[in-house]
């Protein structure tokens, strides 16, 4: 069973993160930046985001789009208890296209890895490009397209607790096919909630880029600058993307 279906257990089993933390951030980058004065946000691959909440309380315009109808309504519940307003779309993020446009977009959370070809990827990033004001920004958190670390395959667990709600969390990822760069990724949700006991396993398919084949398919849509990779503590330029990295682009003029 998908665990994107579970959004308040996801989103425990993520709350490690620190929206408040990560707004400052991308606000600091926009101010480096970006070449249009930012107003609206676009979160591709959604989910629960803690972020669009932070960026509506802050008085930004936003969207969170994602193929997970539970996943929107829980968004959009969590807006309208804080008192904002969040829109939601549901559409696949590799074949996408919005009415209106943003200043701004992102995807967090290594989301970019369930595009799993370089044709997918070539179209998502046609659709993003369509979607964003030229002059605006588009961040990726975590592509991940180097394996260098042998901690990247090694399984994970952690324990995360809210409302006497407890999630156990397993996050694994083997080989697939290396050739081809694909993985399979795999999410245990131990959930005891209030004493009742609940277990989900997810099981998905994760492609690993390479650097060239990132390029290949921004050379192809033609729409974006590549700004670089960024550390997302420091936001220092790397040479080559760390685990965790900011990749980020700019919309061509
Ligand atoms: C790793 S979660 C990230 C959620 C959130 N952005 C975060 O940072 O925690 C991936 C999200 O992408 C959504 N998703 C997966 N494949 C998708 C697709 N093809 N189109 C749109 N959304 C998709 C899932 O429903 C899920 O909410």
Not at 124 to 142: C, F, S, V
Request: with cysteine; hydrophobic share 40%.
């Amino acid at each position: 069973m998908s665990i994107y279906r579970e959004p308040l257990y996801y989103e425990i089993a993520f709350s490690f993160i620190k929206p408040s933390k990560q707004i400052d951030l991308f606000e600091a980058l926009i101010k480096k930046y970006s070449k249009i004065k930012t107003v609206s946000f676009l979160d591709i691959g959604c989910g629960p985001s803690p972020q669009l909440l932070e960026l509506a309380k802050r008085g930004y315009r936003c969207t969170g789009l994602d193929l997970c109808p539970n996943m929107l309504k829980y968004l959009a519940g969590k807006a309208k208890a804080a008192g904002c307003k969040i829109e939601t779309k549901k559409a696949d993020f590799t074949k996408f296209t919005l009415k209106k446009q943003f200043d701004f977009a992102m995807m967090m959370m290594g989301t970019i890895g369930y595009i799993d070809s370089a044709a997918k990827l070539a179209s998502h990033l046609k659709a993003t490009a369509k979607a964003l004001r030229p002059g605006g920004l588009y961040l990726i958190e975590n592509f991940r397209t180097v394996r260098r670390k042998e901690r990247f395959f090694s399984p994970q667990t952690w324990m995360l607790k809210k409302n006497n709600i407890i999630v156990r969390v397993g996050y694994k990822i083997e080989v697939r096919d290396s050739l081809r760069g694909l993985e399979t990724e795999t999410i245990i949700l131990d959930v005891d909630d209030h004493g009742k006991k609940h277990l989900f396993n997810q099981k998905a398919c994760i492609k690993i880029f390479s650097p060239q084949e990132f390029f290949q398919a921004l050379k192809a849509t033609g729409s974006f600058e590549f700004l670089g990779w960024f550390d997302r503590e420091t936001l220092k330029s790397t040479k080559l993307p760390k685990l965790g990295n900011y990749t980020l682009l700019r919309r061509k003029e």
